[in-house]
């Protein structure tokens, strides 16, 4: 019996191993050339583009949007606690060098406090706190004012790129060749404004 309780600690660890093999979730991953138009159609670039889960958080899909000049943003809401997490990435590095002269998303650039936490760094300044992921080129930062730490952690390993059915849900559709939605109340002639004739009996 004690040699199977030693044992859970190791297995518990099993799915935070396998996430840390890559960026990928079991599925179908989302198809490279519309992950590329329908990010471009926000301004977004395609390789800054992930997503996260989290439980009892759903993606809250209005706040999908760029972050900074072609950076990503989401943000996760939990119906439960009434708080949500931001996550976010932009182009960069963050090093043990460097990561107190960084400041906490949202913050005004005071001295940051850093803690290795695995292959994350749990940052915090002023009562902000945050998650930070380095990778290549990009760094992932999950924050959120009053979330559990845990909640951000686990926010913080889970960040993946997007698999094709998540994508549907994170970025909406480019429009087709790129044009404007037309608009049927604007006359095909004169300055542009809208036609408000009511016609007859109106």
């Known amino acids: ?19 840390a093999c890559g960026d990928e979730r079991p599925g179908a ?10 990010a471009q159609a926000l301004g977004i670039a395609p390789e ?3 997503t996260t889960d989290v439980e009892g958080y759903t993606l809250a899909q209005q706040s999908v949007g760029v972050h900074g000049d072609d950076g990503f943003s989401a943000a996760y809401f939990s119906r439960k606690s009434g708080k949500f997490f931001q996550l976010s990435v932009e182009r960069g590095t963050l090093t043990a060098a460097d990561c107190s002269g960084q400041p906490v998303a949202g913050t005004d650039g005071a001295s940051t406090a850093c803690e290795r936490d695995g292959e994350t760094w749990y940052r915090t300044t002023d009562g902000s706190s945050e998650y930070a992921v380095p990778k290549k080129d990009l760094v992932i930062r999950i924050s959120g004012d009053g979330v559990p730490r845990d909640d951000l ?18 970025l909406p559709s480019a429009p087709a060749g790129g044009e404007p939605v037309e608009r049927g109340d604007l ?8 036609d408000n004739d009511v016609g ?3």
């Open 1 to 19: 019996m004690i040699r199977a309780l030693r044992a859970l600690p190791a297995l518990s660890l099993l799915p935070l191993l396998l996430t």
């Open 153 to 170: 952690r686990e926010a913080a390993e889970n960040a993946h790129r997007p698999t094709a059915a998540e994508l549907d849900t994170l």
């Open 48 to 50: 800054l583009v992930y």
């Open 200 to 202: 007859v009996g109106g």
């Open 187 to 194: 006359p095909p002639e004169g300055d542009g404004a809208p």
């Open 29 to 38: 991953a989302a198809d490279p050339t519309e992950l590329a138009d329908r």
